[in-house]
């Protein structure tokens, strides 16, 4: 097993080169002016282009200041702004929002969606089921942002149960809705997954032998059956963490909430390159590394799949 | 041994068709048809309501966009700032938008763009994916690893983000028109999804290629590119096909939250997504203006993936 | 079909376990299929009967009717009793059906590779049964399940116990099985193609271990195959199955030296021998019936090369051969005797 680890990180390596690169080369090293619309209307003055140059290594090739920049990076610094402040700062303020949100994504999708999967696929076909699928239709077809809309304007402006926005602060209370909205696709895949999962299993040869073997109704299914039939909606969870925690753009917009995504996005559109760099390379660790994780985790679950 | 009775065996004989019937034999079958996977799968989805729903809508849409002018007469570019905002009415079922707009006539002429982001995205990211797949799916070794590692590479980038990365730069180079700004869109979704098509043909093309009539192909002497094309190919195809088709139906509802950030699709080339951004700040004033692009999205997104589904479950042999 | 297993007198004590004139349907939405067709046999302490037949007989299906496991809907058992120690299973309370399973009637299956839970190891899968039905504590289970190893030979049975199914090889997989259906010593065990699925020498050894156990504790074996190779070494009585029907019954010398009925005549007739070279092998011509559409008369009739007109019209009941021995077929004699 440890060798197998070693071998993906290895792996890791060229991968996360070449993401961190590709970015870098996307912000920084297509051509145009990359200080437009910085100094307001007019252009900016020299003096303050070649310090700007000078600072960000503009010079160099686009190689040289990759490395540069990873270097940098490497040692903590994540450079500033073009106002000055502190990336780093910035960043370690607004990911931890972006997490807690992410989680509580991952948790009301993780709940509902296995109830709702367990029950349907336990059923068969049936009133519930229908339901079940008729429901994770719409919820995989509706945008996210048409769902986090609708649900803003009915339980924020209309019955006015919840703040439409989310305070700077952003308790977990507060990012129950948000996180529903995140998490509405993916859980719509949840249930359909463990519902189809329990579906199979239920028909297979080793619960045909657990019954054989005179064992209790309810053993068999939530010992022999759901231990089965868990193993792909986990990975599928663990491997959900890891992408909604790389920024949910849209549902931080329409919440409010001063998240990474809402860092980010508006970091593209008024140019902050390395806002956008520094935080695309820590998501893409972060997700790299959760994608290990749950690699290791398969294992763990199933004994059939042994890394050596 | 007992000598059987020749008068016997003829009698015996003569009823054997009508009782020696298997169960998989009692289908209406004309003899000397040939019964393969894809055959018995158009059979099946012909049958299902899922499909026939479905595909009725679909074609609906398709013919709304290629001839949009059917189902409206009014000028979708056509602002009067008298009517802004107006809400739906018999002379304009859908309302007005902020700039007086028919909301109804913009919605049919937006179908167009909508659907050719979704299908060009589709068949591009399935063409690449495609052939990636199957090239390190058969190929195997240094190929495959090579290969395999790009395609981790593309898939790390966070999709929205590395979706908002690059239009932006292609927003800055000055991309005007309706076409190319669609061709636009087209790529970075296709740029950002094909890993996951190649992902799926990969593995299609392992595990068809560990399969005996391969080998058999192999050992008669059949060359690489018969064994792919003849072989490998349409027993890839179906995992693949049913990915296509619900992918349609996400990358149309992608490039609705990429026009919903400002984006994606812009003027002239008017979708569904931007008529929603467009509506975000009178929602609550104006909430036909975000219901009906929105109901024709959530319409349309929905019937691509229950026709994925229905795919799905008719190529699905293990639920014969 | 009347009763085709003992003769009155013979047997003063009522069969370990009998099925009596069962009939199973399968509703489907293609219509119903009758599965078992009055299926009658028994079999007593220390003997083994060998049921053979082929897919789609019925011969499974009968085990899993005996357990009570099968899919209901949309199998229905429309008819006959299953008896077991004299008390009818299909007319007791799920729970006492529960208790009988394993411990009174086991089973093991074909493939041990499916049959067992690959995210549990072999020992859990023993021990879950000594735990929650004898009530054992987790040490005591653990002993008792290396026990059950050694008995079925399995080496290094402490070692063997914390490892999982995909770890064993397809043997010594089967072994298991067999220890975990003998955990809760049942007195009659069902074994459905035990060794189907294994290469030739490991057959042989899973037959006579079979066959070991069986005599240390008295059991009764219930050996469902279609390999008549196998059965000829082991059965001490043979019930051919065709169509949801025990077509013939009799003790394995008998059957095999004078076939009573023109399908099990048909079955040796099919078998390769080293005696006659050269040639094409004989087969049955046509396939079996669909159970949607049973022939009438005799359901073996269209494959039959003895078929008069009197098959197809009427199905033939059980007629007696002698000692112990029936055959459905209106003219078992005259084959008999022609032999």
Request: hydrophobic share 50%; charged share 20%; glycine share 10%.
């Amino acid at each position: 097993m440890g060798r197998y680890v070693l071998r993906r990180l290895l792996q890791l390596v060229p991968v996360f080169v070449g993401t961190t690169f590709l970015i870098y080369v996307l912000v920084w090293a297509i051509p145009g002016n990359p200080f437009a619309g910085m100094c307001g209307e007019r252009p900016c003055p020299d003096s303050f282009i070649t310090m700007m140059t000078d600072k960000y290594n503009l010079d160099d090739n686009v190689f040289v200041q990759y490395f540069k920049y990873m270097g940098n990076l490497a040692s903590g610094d994540f450079g500033e702004t073009f106002s000055g402040l502190d990336v780093g700062e910035l960043i370690s303020l607004r990911y931890p929002v972006s997490v807690r949100l992410a989680l509580v994504a991952v948790a009301i999708e993780a709940v509902i969606g296995l109830v709702a999967g367990i029950v349907s696929g336990l059923r068969g076909r049936g009133f519930l089921d229908s339901l079940v699928l008729v429901s994770t239709l719409f919820l995989i077809a509706i945008p996210t942002f048409v769902t986090g809309f609708v649900l803003q304007i009915l339980l924020g402006f209309q019955w006015e149960i919840m703040t439409p926005t989310v305070s700077s602060e952003a308790n977990w209370s507060e990012l129950i809705i948000p996180g529903f909205v995140l998490g509405s696709l993916s859980m719509a895949y949840v249930s359909r997954l463990t519902r189809t999962s329990i579906a199979e299993n239920k028909r297979s040869d080793y619960i045909r032998t657990a019954l054989a073997k005179g064992q209790p109704h309810h053993r068999i299914v939530w010992v022999h059956l759901l231990r089965n039939s868990l193993i792909p909606v986990l990975t599928f969870l663990g491997t959900d963490i890891g992408s909604l925690m790389g920024g949910a753009v849209v549902t931080e917009g329409i919440f409010g909430i001063n998240g990474i995504g809402r860092l980010v996005y508006d970091g593209i559109l008024s140019k902050e390159g390395v806002v956008v760099t520094g935080v695309v390379v820590l998501l893409v660790i972060v997700f790299l590394v959760v994608n290990l994780i749950i690699d290791l985790l398969y294992a763990v679950l199933d004994p059939r799949i042994r890394y050596d | 041994m007992t000598d059987p009775s020749a008068a016997a065996a003829g009698t015996a004989t003569r009823d054997v068709e009508s009782y020696v019937v298997a169960p998989e034999h009692l289908e209406d079958v004309k003899p000397g048809r040939p019964r393969g996977l894809w055959s018995d799968a158009w059979r099946d989805l012909r049958r299902r309501p899922l499909f026939i729903v479905a595909g009725a809508v679909i074609v609906l849409l398709v013919v709304i966009a290629v001839f949009p002018g059917l189902f409206t007469n009014a000028d979708p570019n056509l602002t009067d700032l008298a009517r802004s905002r107006k809400p739906p009415s018999s002379g304009a079922w859908f309302g007005y938008d902020l700039q007086g707009r028919d909301v109804y006539a913009r919605v049919i002429y937006g179908t167009r763009w909508s659907l050719l982001v979704g299908i060009g995205s589709a068949v591009f990211t399935v063409l690449i994916g495609s052939v990636l797949g199957i090239l390190a799916g058969f190929a195997g070794g240094w190929v495959d690893g090579l290969l395999s590692r790009v395609g981790e590479v593309f898939f790390g980038l966070p999709f929205v983000l590395g979706a908002i990365v690059i239009l932006t730069i292609f927003r800055n180079a000055g991309v005007n028109g309706a076409l190319p700004i669609v061709g636009v869109v087209v790529v970075s979704l296709a740029v950002l999804s094909w890993p996951v098509a190649m992902r799926i043909m990969r593995s299609a093309a392992i595990s068809a290629k560990q399969q005996d009539y391969v080998k058999a192909a192999r050992a008669l002497g059949a060359r690489p590119a018969r064994i792919v094309f003849r072989h490998l190919l349409p027993n890839c195809l179906a995992p693949v096909l049913v990915y296509a088709t619900i992918a349609l139906g996400a990358f149309i509802g992608a490039e609705a939250t990429l026009s919903f950030l400002g984006i994606g699709l812009r003027d002239p080339a008017v979708s569904w997504g931007v008529m929603i951004s467009d509506s975000r700040n009178f929602i609550r004033v104006a909430p036909h203006m975000l219901l009906f692009p929105a109901g024709f999205l959530t319409v349309t997104v929905l019937a691509f993936v229950m026709l994925g589904d229905a795919v799905r479950e008719a190529l699905d042999p293990k639920l014969r | 079909m009347t009763d085709m297993t003992t003769e009155p007198g013979l047997l003063p004590d009522p069969p370990l376990l009998e099925v009596d004139n069962l009939f199973v349907e399968f509703r489907t939405g293609d219509g119903v299929a009758r599965v078992l067709n009055g299926v009658s046999y028994s079999v007593d302490a220390g003997e083994t009967l060998a049921v053979l037949g082929e897919s789609g007989s019925g011969k499974s299906v009968t085990a899993l009717a005996i357990m009570g496991i099968l899919d209901v809907p949309p199998a229905v058992v429309t008819g006959g009793e299953i008896r077991f120690r004299g008390e009818n299973l299909l007319a007791v309370s799920e729970q006492r059906r529960t208790e009988v399973r394993a411990q009174g009637v086991a089973m093991i299956f074909q493939d041990a590779l499916s049959a067992l839970n690959p995210v549990f190891t072999v020992g859990f899968q023993i021990e879950e049964q000594l735990r929650v039905r004898l009530g054992m504590t987790r040490r005591e289970a653990r002993v008792r399940a290396v026990e059950l190893l050694d008995v079925v030979r399995i080496p290094h049975a402490s070692r063997r116990v914390r490892q999982y199914p995909h770890e064993f090889s397809g043997g010594m997989r089967q072994r298991a099985m067999i220890a975990m259906s003998l955990a809760l010593d049942p007195e009659v065990l069902i074994a459905d193609e035990p060794t189907t699925a294994l290469d030739v020498t490991v057959q042989a050894q899973i037959m006579d271990l079979l066959a070991e156990i069986q005599t240390e504790r008295r059991m009764g074996l219930v050996l469902i195959t279609h390999d008549l190779g196998v059965v000829a070494e082991v059965a001490d009585r043979i019930a051919v199955m065709y169509a949801g029907r025990i077509v013939e019954h009799a003790d394995a010398v008998s059957l095999y030296r004078m076939p009573g009925h023109p399908y099990t005549a048909a079955l040796m007739d099919s078998l390769p021998r080293l005696d006659r070279k050269g040639g094409e092998l004989n087969t049955i011509k046509g396939l079996p019936p669909s159970l949607l559409n049973i022939p009438p008369g005799c359901p073996f009739h269209p494959r039959c090369l003895m078929a008069q007109d009197l098959c197809r019209t009427d199905v033939p009941t059980g007629h007696r051969l002698g000692l112990g021995r029936t055959s459905a077929c209106h003219f078992a004699e005259e084959l008999v005797r022609s032999v």
